[in-house]
C-alpha cells in the first residue's frame, strides 16, 4: 500500500508460475550482459541495450496495482490485457480471501484471481468494506491452516478514513 498523489495503490502479483516466468525473462538480460562484458575489455553498445531492457521490464513487472475511486469504480492497473480495466464496486458479489490471493467474484459470471501480500491484502479489503457502493461479501478461507493470519482480521477492524 502506497500513497501517491492523494491515491492509495494496493499492489498486487499475477499467478504464481506467471510470475517467475516473468522475473527469470526479467532478470536475463543483466546477466547476459555482464557474461559479455566480462569477455571483452571493453564495454560493447549492446551491453547497454541489454541494462536498459532490464530497467524496463522491471518497471513494467512493479505496474500492478488497485485504486478505489470516490465514484464507486474499481481502478486495476496492469499492462495484462485480460484483466479490465475498471471494475464497477457495486457489481462485486463476493471476495474470497486466502493466505495468499483475493478472489473477485463479479455477478456477470466472471472471476479475477489476485495475488497479494498479507497487509496491502488487508488494508484494501478494509477500505473496500467500508466503501458505500460495496454491497457483496468477504468470505475468508483457509481459515483453519494458517489461523493466525486470519486473527488479524478479527482482532483489528479498523478501517482506514477518508479525510
Keep these: 500500500m502506497i500513497k501517491i498523489f492523494g491515491k492509495v495503490r494496493y499492489h498486487w502479483q499475477p499467478e504464481l508460475s506467471w510470475l517467475i516466468v516473468y522475473w527469470s525473462i526479467a532478470i536475463a538480460p543483466i546477466f547476459i550482459g555482464l557474461s559479455l562484458l566480462f569477455e571483452r575489455t571493453k564495454i560493447p553498445s549492446y551491453v547497454f541495450i541489454l541494462f536498459a531492457l532490464f530497467i524496463v521490464l522491471v518497471n513494467i513487472g512493479f505496474y500492478r496495482y488497485f485504486i ?85 482480521y478479527k482482532d483489528d477492524k479498523k478501517a482506514p478514513t477518508k479525510l
Design 68 to 152: 478505489i475511486e470516490d465514484s464507486g469504480i474499481l481502478r486495476v492497473v496492469s499492462l495484462n490485457p485480460k484483466i479490465p480495466k475498471k471494475i464497477v464496486i457495486a457489481s462485486i458479489e463476493k471476495i474470497e480471501v486466502t493466505y495468499s490471493t483475493l478472489a473477485l467474484h463479479l455477478d456477470n459470471g466472471k472471476n479475477y484471481i489476485f495475488y497479494m501480500r498479507k497487509w496491502p491484502k488487508k488494508y484494501f479489503l478494509d477500505a473496500l468494506a467500508v466503501d458505500p457502493n460495496f454491497k457483496g461479501e468477504v468470505e475468508l478461507l483457509d481459515n483453519l491452516t494458517k489461523l493466525d493470519y486470519f486473527e488479524v
